[in-house]
């Protein structure tokens, strides 16, 4: 058993909880600014935006995975313990062989599933993001615990007792109650007005919790069923979102005049870059968590969230508190304190699950 490491004396798992909590609440403000702060015309494409997350974060886990070889496996670069050892020809070329032996491993393809429902996930987020207000999305996207539980009982065959499937039902409860305050909408922000559409932001949403909590459980029951490094399984998770990615920008340039980079990142502005660069960050965060703590943990932290999400959009976008959003609001986090209530643990049997 790996141990689990410290930052500043605090184990990484609290830290990359709370970090993930203000992450969610950050990219829910961010995205929904970046698209209803133009019409729809001039807005940028959501496609173009997954697979600019999907390569950058390949190349930074490229980069820890580069760095961390020696750390995992029995073998070790040549002139190791040598400052900047890894530089040096021979163990440049180590590392490199070595690294890519674990990227092609046999089980590589384990990961095309998670990373398929990881790209779709991605870009349903873009359309419940644009016909959502803020904090409705926000509130609705709490439902991914439920599908998170489900998937974690069903795949990982972790046992939940009574109080937590309680909590469980409060908490789809609070959100349909969220739900009934969300007519029809205008997104007002820097003087536009975005026409928005919240039958199809909530189907977005609720498509979005389901691929989110089959991806995520997949994710742990690939990467804690075997050694593999987690930044190795981050570069295979990447690789193969790459092909799901680009359909969508090859289908549309289809469409139009072909493929080209600047219709491809046509009005990618400041706030475009922010949205990606917001979810880069997530999803490496989403990782360590994944690694540290598990998926329903993950889950209830993000609900925190949603309060931060809830002052900003207030502040930002003039959201109109209702007596329902409130009631809503207060059952989600009134589950997610039920929820994390002590239990007499239920060893999970993960392990036996994957093994092989
Ligand atoms: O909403 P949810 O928490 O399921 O979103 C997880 C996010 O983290 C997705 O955007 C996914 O692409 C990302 N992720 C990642 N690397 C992982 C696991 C998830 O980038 N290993």
Redesign the pocket.
Known sequence: QESVPQLWGIPLKYISLVTLAVQNASLTIIMHYSRVSTSPSRSYSAASAVLLNELL?GFISLAIAFYRIDDHGPHHSPQRGQALHWLQPHAFVFRCRRLGREIFSPDCWKLSIPATL?VI??NLQFVAASNLEAATFQVS?QM?ILTTAAFSVALLRRRLNATKWAALTALALGVGIVQIQSGSGNGHANGHVHQMNPVKGLVAVVAACFT?GL??VY?EMVLKGSQADLWV??VQ?SLFSLLPALLPIMASSSRQNGLSLSSAFANFGGWAWATVLT?VF???V??LV?KYSDNIL?AFA?SISIVLSFIASVILFNFQVTTSFLVGASTVLAATWLYNQPDDKLPSQLPKLVAG
């Open positions: 974060k990881y996930q991605n996207y991914k989110s991806a995520g994710f399984r981050n998770l979810q997530g999803g490496l989403t990782a994944i993950k993000t």
